[in-house]
């Protein structure tokens, strides 16, 4: 922990492992241990309170403290990758999300920690210890805090989105801010349009509300808008769910001409008989180096929902994400989020957010996070091309790279190879609807500094080369 409390806690524990502390044992009094680690009665009493809290020791009023009952060891299986779960759209979020600290993450979907805005974090955080008691300790309110909805409708404003900050829902995550509208407007075995390939945890909370996924191929300039109308007309979907600007996992970006087909193919349909609505995710926005033309902008908010989040360039630890729709819409929203949350996003993480958005220093951290990531995406893309992993295109920001693998070769056999040694890859089939991306592999740049990724990357692929029978144990290093 890097301080005295933690260097009690640490030694109570060593003590512990080594057996020199059983089960049911009296551990040494405040004052003994005091004088025998050098510190204070006052830390010893905080390290034992915390160990107590932890449920490693307990308290016996008037005695002392006792070592707990024996732990029941660690299972391999607790500390090793899952390598026998299916390769289906929860398999990188599981692997990654519960990857330990020796696991190398190509694969997920997020910056290193050490990318992020830490320094402005820290100073929000201390500007919230001066917080009024609501802000700590109540329920947060149905809409979220009216300051950062306010900013975020000037943010809006600057792209052209005339909206009220009453039409905008603050949620506790981007993820929330979807699943709200597909209780809003779904229902079991609706149909709903997502790009082929697309992010995902799209498939997975679909899947979750027992709707079925229908893709349109995705190219370089954006959905196939032709075989975007002929799929409207045969499934008469309830949704379109994409991504703007900046496409997951591809990089690419819709065109100013298939951003408007797809509107005129939506907009051709009668809404009395045909109630369809576009969901356009918004949460690389602030990647791009200049805007894209947006769905919510040239639709006015009228057929589309505009949803993002700050997970990509702030923080994912505080969750805090949003929703900008029809007032009618918004207030129906409200109460679905009454209903499943009881109140909009955690107070105190919606007033970090706003700190840290309202910091000066943001727009720096946005600057140089770009110019990083252009020079990152461009070595990155050499290196992977070393092995015969060929960019589909060179994104114009954030940090994904769409991979083509040499001929014969399948992502899920190579993610599988690499997982054995500890890195986590994202295989292209988890992201598409038709299972038709098996030769294609979407990698994070910012995740790839360290050199052993390509070493492995190396092995993998030869792992698993047309004839060659894979081991399934890991290699000798």
Known sequence: ?????????????????????????????????????????????????????????????????????????????????????????????????????????????????????????????????????????????????????????????????????????????????????????????????????????????????????????????????????????????????????????????????????????????????????????DIFADFEPEPSPRLAALDGLNRVIRIGSFSKTLSASIRCGYIAARPDWVEALVDLQVATNFGGPSPVAAELVHAALSDGSYRKHLDGLRRRLARVRRETASRLEALGLRPWLLPRGGFYLWCCLPDGRDAAEVARAALRETVVLAPGDVFSVSRSASGYMRFNVAQMGDPRIFDVLARAMRASEPGTTSSSSPPSR
């Open 1 to 281: 922990m890097g301080t005295r409390t933690g260097d009690v806690m640490d030694a109570i524990r060593r003590r512990m492992a080594s057996r020199a502390l059983s089960p049911g044992e009296k551990l040494p009094s405040i004052r003994s241990f005091a004088a025998t680690m050098g510190v204070s009665p006052s830390t010893v009493v905080e390290a034992y309170d915390r160990l107590a809290a932890e449920g490693v020791i307990r308290s016996r009023p008037g005695s002392g403290f006792y070592v707990s009952g024996a732990v029941p060891p660690l299972a391999l299986a607790e500390a090793e990758p899952r390598l026998d779960r299916a390769i289906d759209p929860f398999w990188v979020s599981r692997q990654s999300l519960d990857a330990g600290p020796d696991m190398l993450k190509p694969g997920c979907g997020w910056l290193p920690a050490d990318w992020m805005p830490n320094v402005a974090i820290r100073r929000a955080i201390r500007h919230l210890a001066h917080a009024g008691d609501g802000v700590l300790a109540d329920y947060g309110g149905t809409r979220g805090p009216l300051p950062l909805r306010r900013l975020l409708a000037r943010r809006f404003a600057d792209e052209g989105i005339a909206v009220a900050a009453d039409q905008i829902l603050l949620t506790n995550s981007g993820t929330q801010a979807i699943d709200l509208i597909c209780r809003f407007l779904l229902r079991p075995g609706d149909a709903v349009l997502v790009d082929d390939p697309c992010y995902f945890n799209f498939q997975a909370l679909l899947r979750a509300h027992q709707v079925r996924a229908v893709g349109v191929p995705y190219g370089r300039t954006g959905p196939d808008a032709a075989l975007f109308a002929q799929l409207l007309a045969a499934h008469r979907p309830r949704l379109y769910i994409t991504n703007s600007a900046l496409h997951n996992p591809t990089g690419a970006t819709p065109s100013p001409q298939t951003a408007h087909q797809i509107l005129c193919a939506a907009a051709a349909h009668d809404p009395t008989a045909h109630d369809f609505t576009i969901v356009e995710d």
